[in-house]
Antibody, heavy 122, light 113 residues
Framework: EVQLVQSGAEVKKPGESLKISCRGS????????IGWVRQMPGKGLEWIGI????????RYSPSFQGQVTISADKSISTAYLQWSSLKASDTAMYYC???????????????WGQGTLVTVSS | DIVMTQSPDSLAVSLGERATINCKSS????????????LAWYQQKPGQPPKLLIY???TRESGVPDRFSGSGSGTDFTLTISSLQAEDVAVYYC?????????FGPGTKVDIK
């Protein structure tokens, strides 16, 4: 069974750094694009970016470029989303999700991780 | 970036009645070389991650009830729930995967009247 398991909820202060994770299992991690989606409280889905673990090719939404960093460690089948300096406005649920088709960039998301709630408050 | 819009923002439909959700892209998501429309629909229930319903604008994901159907052209798409059930109460999102960034629509909330 293909599964994405995300790291647990985080509570941080403004200015702190953070790295959340998404571990894939049940498939060849290196050969499927895996992405991140933000959902602010009570709001819709926002596409952050995506990475191909095989060669670390990464694409970002212009809205998030420079604000976050997406990376992957294929040796442990894990993708990451990180911030160097959190803001209160980063408070949101963050989902990872995998593209469905082998090696395809232009693809839909399935499956999804369970989500990681990030709360940034002083 | 391709901008996705949805209408209405919310709708309330009686049980057993039809629900129709519209999605529009700011540019065509029809890839002429394969004649495929790069548009997916997701359902999100409270406290849950989104669930894939439809891809290629009209192909139902395995296990999705056949009361859900998708249709559309290069820029205008529709998700139809032919006979609304209580378990269909959710927010529905469209997403284009034609070009990065693979943007989502703002969502349509479906409730029971």
């Amino acid at each position: 069974e293909v599964q994405l398991v995300q790291s647990g909820a985080e509570v941080k202060k403004p200015g702190e750094s953070l790295k959340i994770s998404c571990r894939g299992s049940g498939y060849s991690f290196t050969n499927y694009w895996i992405g991140w989606v933000r959902q602010m409280p009570g709001k819709g889905l926002e596409w952050i970016g995506i990475i191909y673990p095989g060669d670390s090719d990464t694409r970002y939404s212009p809205s998030f470029q420079g604000q976050v960093t997406i990376s992957a460690d294929k040796s442990i089948s894990t993708a990451y989303l990180q911030w160097s300096s959190l803001k209160a406005s980063d408070t949101a649920m963050y989902y990872c999700a995998r593209h469905t088709r082998f090696g395809e960039l232009s693809d839909w998301f399935d499956p999804w991780g369970q989500g990681t709630l990030v709360t940034v408050s002083s | 970036d391709i901008v996705m819009t949805q209408s209405p923002d919310s709708l309330a439909v009686s049980l057993g009645e039809r629900a129709t959700i519209n999605c529009k892209s700011s540019q065509s998501v029809l890839y002429s070389s394969n004649n495929k429309k790069y548009l997916a629909w997701y359902q999100q229930k409270p406290g849950q991650p989104p669930k894939l319903l439809i891809y290629w604008a009209s192909t139902r994901e395995s296990g999705v009830p056949d009361r859900f159907s998708g249709s559309g052209s290069g820029t205008d798409f529709t998700l139809t729930i032919s006979s609304l059930q209580a378990e269909d109460v959710a927010v529905y999102y469209c997403q284009q995967y034609y070009s990065s960034p693979f943007t989502f629509g703002p969502g349509t909330k479906v409730d029971i009247k």
